[in-house]
């Protein structure tokens, strides 16, 4: 799906934050309100936007511990090694990567031992061959 470098730079400015007032975002990108508004309803209607969610403060973000738990899977084990993760609530997002492992999980816990007890629960998993984690320390910016 194309989309023009104004409709980039929208998104941009959206995944910063996106409950922004659309007059809040037009002043920024010096655009017309009706512009910035027929383009959000345009890119929602193409689903190049699928949704709004929610992003937590920093501070908060702070008081958890987080990990990128990159996972090497068996093969042909795959799906099940996905569907398995999907229902681990700790898991926030899982992304398929290139190079030594093939999945790389975010895991977001209250506390090391938790964390412990999340990896344990991933590697175990059926097809999954081995795990190493990464905690994060923190987060010098996110869009």
Do not use: N
Not at 33 to 46: A, P
Not at 78 to 91: C, D, G, S
């Amino acid at each position: 799906m194309k989309i023009s470098p104004a409709d980039e730079r929208l998104l941009s400015v959206l995944r910063e934050d996106a409950r922004a007032s659309t007059a809040q975002i037009a002043r920024r990108l010096g655009l017309s309100r009706t512009t910035v508004q027929s383009r959000i309803d345009r890119l929602e209607q193409q689903g190049v936007i699928a949704g709004y969610t929610v992003r937590t403060h920093e501070d908060y973000e702070q008081g958890q511990v987080r990990a990128h738990v990159l996972i090497t899977v068996s093969p042909r084990r795959m799906p099940a090694v996905v569907k398995a993760l999907r229902e681990i609530p700790e898991v926030r997002s899982l992304h398929s990567v290139s190079g030594a492992h093939d999945l790389v999980a975010m895991v977001v816990v209250g506390g090391v031992g938790e964390m412990d007890v999340v990896t344990d629960a991933i590697g175990v998993i059926d097809g999954v061959e081995r795990t190493t984690s990464a905690i994060i320390l923190s987060t010098k910016f996110e869009r």
